[in-house]
C-alpha cells in the first residue's frame, strides 16, 4: 500500500479571546484542508503529523492574568489540573477542528495522527494533558485512542524523514530538560508575564518576533510605556525563573547591585534596547541596531509622532534617572553588513553523522541521522517556511512554516498555510514537496 506523511505545524489554537492566533479563516481553511487529502489520499497509509505548538498553552490566560497591573500577580507555577483545563478552553474555542481531526482519523483504519510536543504546548510532555487532548478528538469513539501519539520527534526511515519542532536550536525557547513536565523554557515566563499583557492591550500584535515592527509601522506609541514597564517588572521579578536578555548586559540592576538573576537568551529583532535592557548610551539611544537606531531616530524628530516622542521622553527619563539626553537628529551611517547565517539550517546539516553516534547536533531522537539513510529533516517553530537542499549530505530540510495568523511589515494579514507531503508509491519510491493550502 501507498503510503505518506502529512506534515503541518504551528496552528496555534488558543482559547477564542482577543490573544487567539488561530483565526476563523485559518481554521475553516484547516478543516477544507483535511477534507482534500482525505480524498486525495483514501488509499494509502497516512500519518498525520502535526509537528509543535498545535495548541498554544502558553496563551491561555485569564482575564486577571492579561489585565495584571504587577507581574508578580501573574501565576507562573505548572500544575497539571491548571493544563488540562486549558486544554478544555481551546477544545470549547475550536470544536470544528476537533471534529475535523476526528473525522479525518474515522474515515478509513490505515490513519494515523503524530502530534509533537512543541513549546507553547509543552504541557503535551503530562499524561493527563495528553489524554484530555485525545479526549476531545476522539469524542469517545475509543477505536481512535490507539491512534492518536503522542510524542517529542517523528522518525519514519522507510520515508527517510526526521522532524522535530524547532525549539530546541532557539536559545530563547530552549528546554534543559525537555522531557520533564513543568521544566519551562525562557520564552513561557516571557508570554505569560509580558506577552500576554501587551497583546491584551493590542490583539493585531499576533505574533511577537515581528510585533515590535508592527508597532513602528501602525505607529502603535500608546504601547511604549506599558511595553517598557511590563518588561521592567518581569526582569525585575524576584521569583526564580529563566529569562530572555541580551547577552552579557544586565537588567536593571536594583540599588547598583548586580541583579543576580538566570538570564539567557538573545536579541529579539527590531526590539530596542532602550525598552528592553539596561543599556544607557548617549549616543545609540534606542538600539545599537544602526539601521533601528536610524529609523526610531527619525520617528522621534517627525513632527507627525508627537505622542512617540512623548512617550520616549517618558521612558528616558525614568531610565536615566531624570538626567535624558538629547535624541540626536542626524542620521548614523551604517558600515557593517553581515549576513546572517540561519541557524536552523546549521542545526539540521549537524545531525547527520555515521549511524548510532551522537551527531554534533543534539536531536530529541539522539543518534545521527545517517546520510544515504535519511533525506528529509523537517522542523517548523519558526513561522518561516522554507525548503532548502543540503547538497553534501543529500538530503533536504523543510521548515513547515505556520497555520496561525501572520502578518506583513505593513500589519497586514499575510497566513502561508504551508504542509509539506512525503510520500512513498507501491513501486517504493519515496518523493518530498512542500506547498501552500490556497482551499
Ligand atoms: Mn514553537
Request: with cysteine; hydrophobic share 35%; glycine share 6%.
Amino acid at each position: 500500500m501507498a503510503k505518506v506523511s502529512i506534515f503541518i505545524s504551528d496552528l496555534h489554537l488558543g482559547s477564542g479571546d482577543e490573544l487567539e492566533d488561530f483565526i476563523p479563516e485559518n481554521e475553516k481553511a484547516f478543516v477544507r484542508f483535511l477534507d482534500q487529502q482525505s480524498k486525495d489520499f483514501s488509499d494509502s497509509d497516512i500519518d498525520l503529523v502535526i509537528l509543535g505548538d498545535g495548541f498554544d498553552i502558553w496563551q491561555v490566560a485569564s482575564s486577571a492574568e492579561k489585565a495584571a497591573l504587577e507581574s508578580i500577580g501573574i501565576s507562573i507555577s505548572i500544575k497539571s489540573s491548571v493544563e488540562c483545563a486549558r486544554i478544555q478552553q481551546i477544545a470549547a474555542a475550536h470544536k470544528s477542528s476537533f471534529d475535523a481531526m476526528r473525522q479525518f482519523l474515522q474515515t478509513t483504519k490505515n490513519r494515523k495522527l503524530h502530534i509533537v510536543t512543541g513549546n507553547h504546548d509543552h504541557s503535551l510532555i503530562d499524561n493527563n494533558v495528553r489524554n484530555e487532548v485525545k479526549r476531545f478528538i476522539t469524542g469517545g469513539d475509543a477505536s481512535l485512542d490507539s491512534r492518536i501519539q503522542f510524542t517529542n520527534y517523528y522518525d519514519n526511515p522507510e520515508l527517510h524523514t526526521y522532524a522535530e519542532h524547532g525549539n530546541q536550536f532557539d536559545v530563547n525557547n530552549l528546554y534543559s530538560g525537555f522531557s520533564s513536565f513543568g521544566d519551562e523554557c525562557p520564552g513561557y515566563y516571557f508570554v505569560r508575564l509580558f506577552w500576554n499583557r501587551m497583546e491584551h492591550l493590542e490583539p493585531n500584535l499576533d505574533i511577537w518576533f515581528k510585533s515590535f515592527q508592527l508597532i513602528w509601522e501602525h505607529k502603535i506609541w500608546r504601547l511604549i510605556v506599558p511595553a517598557y514597564r511590563f518588561f521592567k517588572q518581569y526582569r525585575l521579578d524576584p521569583r526564580k525563573f529563566k529569562r530572555i536578555d541580551l547577552p552579557g548586559i544586565p537588567y536593571f540592576a536594583a540599588n547598583g547591585t548586580t541583579f543576580q538573576m538566570p538570564v539567557t537568551g538573545e536579541t529579539l529583532p527590531q526590539f530596542p534596547e532602550l525598552l528592553f535592557s539596561d543599556v544607557s548610551d548617549h549616543e545609540l539611544i534606542f538600539s545599537r541596531d544602526i539601521a533601528l537606531e536610524n529609523r526610531l531616530r527619525s520617528i522621534y524628530h517627525d513632527q507627525g509622532n508627537v505622542e512617540f516622542r512623548k512617550a520616549i521622553d517618558e521612558v528616558l527619563k525614568d531610565k536615566f534617572k531624570g538626567q535624558p539626553p538629547t535624541v540626536p537628529t542626524e542620521q548614523m551611517v551604517i558600515t557593517e553588513y553581515g549576513i546572517v547565517p540561519d541557524k536552523y539550517v546549521t542545526a539540521v546539516a549537524g545531525m547527520f553523522g555515521p549511524a548510532n553516534e551522537p551527531p554534533e547536533t543534539p536531536l530529541m531522537r539522539g543518534m545521527a541521522l545517517n546520510p544515504g539513510s535519511y533525506k528529509y529533516v523537517l522542523l517548523g517553530h519558526t513561522h518561516d517556511d522554507k525548503q532548502v537542499d543540503l547538497k553534501d549530505l543529500g538530503a533536504t530540510y523543510f521548515n513547515t512554516g505556520a497555520w496561525s495568523v501572520q502578518r506583513d511589515a505593513h500589519g497586514k494579514k499575510a497566513s502561508r498555510l504551508c504542509y509539506v507531503i512525503i510520500q512513498k508509491d507501491s513501486a517504493g519510491a519515496v518523493a518530498a514537496s512542500k506547498s501552500i493550502w490556497k482551499g
